[in-house]
């Protein structure tokens, strides 16, 4: 694997590495050896899956908080998203800033996001399965979430949205 941290401290985009011969290819997408190395979260506790009938569906901006926050390792194993995440710590030199990076089937990119980011995507192809890896288990009590068109982010999502729950769509603004 290669980590690359993005302009966000703690938030990685991580690359396959494919061995490959005449059976096609193999490659790793977990070590907790690697993650340690790059000071990442490697507990990894729940394992869930996202599939999503319609493009243009769109699922977040999700975060849990304390004392249960969790960081995030998503894949994209069919179809392609475009996957974001919003600094909320309010320590940090970016708080409040996002990255969007699109995930797919073919490029088999990775996003990590450590604790304390608002996390969600869009879908960019009917459907679209997510494979999530997290660091805690989810508490129903916990969950919080930023609304995906909250102007405190500004984030400039690649399609229009035509599918999300009511919950993400009536997140109050971001104070």
Not at 31 to 51: A, D, T
Not at 55 to 70: C, N
């Amino acid at each position: 694997m290669r980590f690359y941290e993005t302009q966000l401290s703690g938030l990685f985009e991580i690359h396959l590495e494919p061995k490959s011969d005449e059976r096609g290819f193999f490659a790793r997408s977990w070590c907790e050896k690697e993650f340690e190395k790059h000071g990442l979260n490697s507990r990894i506790l729940q394992c869930n899956v996202s599939f999503n009938m319609r493009k243009g569906t769109l699922r977040g901006m999700h975060f849990q908080d304390e004392p249960h926050a969790e960081a995030k390792l998503i894949r994209c194993t069919r179809g392609a998203i475009y996957d974001v995440a919003i600094d909320l710590r309010c320590d940090s030199k970016t708080s409040k800033q996002w990255v969007g990076i699109e995930l797919t089937a073919e490029n088999r990119k990775m996003l990590y996001i450590p604790e304390g980011f608002a996390h969600g995507f869009l879908t960019l192809e009917d459907h679209t399965e997510i494979f999530y890896q997290m660091s805690e288990f989810y508490y129903p009590e916990l969950a919080r979430g930023v609304r995906w068109n909250d102007p405190t982010f500004n984030i400039r999502w690649p399609e229009e949205v035509a599918v999300i729950s009511e919950r993400d769509r009536t997140y109050p603004d971001f104070n």
